[in-house]
Nanobody, 125 residues
Framework: QVPLVESGGGLVQAGGSLRLSCAAS????????MGWFRQAPGKEREFVTA????????YYADSVKGRFTISRDNSKNTVYLQMNSLKPEDTADYYC??????????????????WGQGTQVTVSS
């Protein structure tokens, strides 16, 4: 098991910024990915970004490139999602997940066996 705890969500105006954190406990592996996904009401969960636990590789959805940045602090077993220039369409519940395979399938929600409880992000226009 790899328990994950997210924090940092909230309400922000369009154009603003938020930083989400995801703290992992238990065993982690350098060759697996930690990802962020989001789910808006009535929509399917979608990939946002991912990083290998070693930090060597980062992946972004086209919709967030240039605005969101993923990073990690291995000393704290924590991954961060810095979200800038937020838009109302970024409003969703954000989930971190662990265990994805780097590469072509890193955006596949089915590849991640471990999930956090989610944190809500609301961007007002």
């Amino acid at each position: 098991q790899v328990p994950l705890v997210e924090s940092g969500g909230g309400l922000v105006q369009a154009g603003g910024s938020l930083r989400l954190s995801c703290a992992a406990s238990g065993r982690t592996f350098n060759n697996l990915a930690m990802g962020w996904f989001r789910q808006a009401p009535g929509k399917e969960r979608e990939f946002v970004t991912a990083i290998t636990w070693s930090g060597r590789n980062k992946y972004y959805a086209d919709s967030v490139k240039g605005r969101f940045t993923i990073s990690r602090d291995n000393s704290k077993n924590t991954v961060y999602l810095q979200m800038n220039s937020l838009k109302p369409e970024d409003t969703a519940d954000y989930y971190c997940a662990f265990g994805g395979s780097p590469g072509r399938t890193v955006s596949d929600v089915r590849q991640y066996p471990y999930w956090g409880q989610g944190t809500q992000v609301t961007v007002s226009s």
